[in-house]
DNA sequence: GCAATTTCCGAACACTGTGTTCGGTATCGT
DNA sequence: ACGATACCGAACACAGTGTTCGGAAATTGC
């Protein structure tokens, strides 16, 4: 008793749809006609199967998150002693999508598309720390502020210098992640010096 | 020749109705409607001033600013060796506004909501930090980074230790923008041996 | 105060998009 | 082949958007 393959085709067709609309316009102006334009499916079908198109991001998104708990396990049956940077990879895996990277940066839709990106990311991230140390910081907080600091460093990339290799923007992104800022890089939001 | 009285009253009476409405709706459903209702203000009169709920919404965050840069730039008591503390400040000031935090944590309203006080942020905080230096990290991602750290922190509080005290939350928030994170922490997504 | 100007009101309108219903048709699983 | 299931698509009610326009009301400048 499997799934029955008009279902899985029918889904399929929308969450594909859905993804090259998002590569080709801003997410928060996608209507569901044009999801149905796109995917050759009929409006009370897409009703049969999502509530919104909302419920169908998230939805699709499920894709990714399997993605990357396949890129990050994939890290375990590999050299594991020397290491292994998920980030890194992941970096490198989006380099090559700009537009991806441009509807994640996009205006309206874009923070709710991040949103969902990061609830997925999330979502990974909890799972692979398992129960493990946090180093004294709550654990969610680490995990946000992983998630978040990711989401900063790949929008600043894309949006100031986008030339830039994924090694070295990983590089930033562990500087910021690991070490935190310099001295007095944020002199003026934390300790303030200001000469008023 | 000043500006209307008219126009002062009608667009003030937007600006409150906005805020009312976010601090007991989610910003996403909140209508143009809901807001005339609100302001008791004619359907016309409103687009005559504003050509959409989003651009109530962005003028509204125009006093936010003023008032973030009052607060930053308030800093006659305290301003010792030690400095003054815009974030901790910050952090005091918005704990006393439970529905505030709701709204910038709330599903999709949320995180549109929380782009556009990002923005406002980012604004300040750039103004403030003037030509200072970065200690070799890009201006911008700098910026964007003490932003996002910020409000991961007060998300996290929200949603997981709303009893905290603000400066323990500030605190946590300084450990993770000038130390990072401590070794092992991030295990998982990071790589443990650092090539740096 | 008074007049000229500006703004506000509110109803009407066209338009877009949402979400549901239902009978007929096509496709699937066995 | 047959029964069950899913799909189609048109029609519908509904909610919200953004515009237009004439008359009423408030404001400013004098």
């Given at each position: 008793m499997g799934i029955d393959r008009r279902v899985a085709r029918t889904r399929t067709a929308l969450y594909d749809a859905l993804v090259a609309l998002i590569r080709r316009k801003d997410y928060a102006t996608i209507t569901v006609e044009d999801i149905l334009a796109e995917a050759n499916v009929g409006r009370s079908t897409f009703y049969a199967h999502f509530t919104s198109k909302d419920d169908l991001l998230q939805r699709s998104l499920e894709r990714l998150r399997d993605l990357l708990i396949e890129v990050q396990q994939g890290s375990g049956h590999g050299a594991d002693a020397?290491?292994?940077?998920?980030?890194?990879?992941?970096?490198?895996?989006?380099?090559?999508?700009?537009?991806?990277?441009?509807?994640?940066?996009?205006?309206?839709?874009?923070?709710?598309?991040?949103?969902?990106?990061?609830?997925?990311?999330?979502?990974?991230?909890?799972?692979?720390?398992?129960?493990?140390?946090?180093?004294?910081?709550?654990?969610?907080?680490?995990?946000?502020?992983v998630v978040a600091t990711f989401n900063t460093t790949l929008h600043w990339w894309f949006e100031h210098r986008p030339e830039m290799a994924p090694a070295e923007v990983d590089a930033l992104f562990r500087q910021l992640l690991l070490r935190g800022l310099p001295a007095g890089a944020a002199a003026p939001f934390i300790v303030m010096a200001d000469p008023a």
């Open positions: 020397t290491g292994w940077d998920p980030a890194r990879t992941l970096f490198e895996h989006v380099s090559e999508y700009a537009d991806v990277q441009a509807a994640l940066a996009g205006g309206h839709g874009g923070a709710v598309l991040r949103e969902a990106v990061d609830k997925v990311l999330a979502d990974v991230l909890r799972q692979a720390m398992g129960t493990g140390l946090v180093g004294g910081l709550p654990r969610e907080l680490v995990i946000q502020h």
